[in-house]
């Protein structure tokens, strides 16, 4: 699976647009983007995957270049319980179940009010 | 959604003892779980693939004689530590990959060995 690169830690300001970045530029073809996030002590949760159209759910927005070399999660209107470590990763998808997901360093979130 | 019970949440054991984790996935069929570990400030780190019915497979420099894995079943995964010392202190979680693509994990269990 292709590497990720994300910065170690990010600030936002409460109820403004928390846009995460991350590098994957030596991503194949066939792997999509995965975005988790993990609260102090919690185990990782789901936020959003695409491949490379741009995504979007009740938790967030999935941007994609369109060379698909970095992509950006935009939580809208970040609230103090968004303070995480946010996790980017890339890995083939659909019919390769089983396959195991490696984590990176990721962005650790800092919401302040 | 798919739901991963995982089970002690935390737990202290002294230097010397077994102690075992398990993980349950509720409402679906988990035929690949997976166990990590994660150090305080660092990343999770993978430790182990399980297969139901067969054996583990282990990361590069995880020993498999002390973390043992049993995938008895599609909805159950255990991780046995066997003769935990301090250094074994960590955060372990486990994760299950779903048919529809993505993984569930569980909520972790902290390990403290006094």
């Known amino acids: 699976d292709a590497k990720t690169t994300q910065p170690p830690s990010m600030d936002c300001a409460e109820g403004r647009a928390a846009n995460l970045p991350c590098n994957h530029s030596t991503i194949s073809g066939n792997e999509y983007v995965y975005w988790y996030r993990q609260i102090h002590s919690q185990g990782p949760q789901y936020i959003i995957h695409?491949?490379?159209n741009n995504e979007t759910n009740e938790m967030a927005s999935l941007i994609i270049t369109e060379d698909r070399k970095s992509s950006t999660l935009i939580l809208p209107h970040a609230t103090l319980r968004d303070t995480a470590v946010y996790y980017c990763?890339?890995?083939?998808?659909?019919?390769?179940?089983?396959?195991?997901?490696?984590f990176g360093q990721g962005t650790e979130l800092s919401v302040k009010p | 959604g798919a739901v991963v019970s995982q089970h002690p949440s935390r737990v202290i054991c002294k230097s010397g003892t077994s102690v075992k984790i398990e993980c349950r996935s509720l409402d679906f069929q988990a035929t690949t779980m997976f166990w990590y570990r994660q150090f305080p400030k660092q990343s999770l780190m993978l430790m182990a693939t399980?297969?139901?019915?067969?054996?583990?497979?282990?990361e590069q420099g995880v020993e498999k004689d002390k973390f043992l894995i049993n995938h008895a079943s599609l909805t159950l995964s255990t991780l046995t530590v066997t003769s935990a010392h301090p250094e074994d202190s960590s955060f372990y979680i486990c994760?299950?990959?779903?048919?529809?693509?993505?993984?569930?994990f569980g909520s972790g269990t902290r390990l403290t060995v006094v």
């Open positions: 695409g491949l490379k």
């Open positions: 990763i890339v890995r083939v998808a659909g019919g390769n179940q089983g396959g195991k997901l490696i």
């Open positions: 399980s297969n139901e019915g067969s054996k583990a497979t282990y």
């Open positions: 994760s299950a990959s779903l048919l529809m693509g993505g993984y569930t």
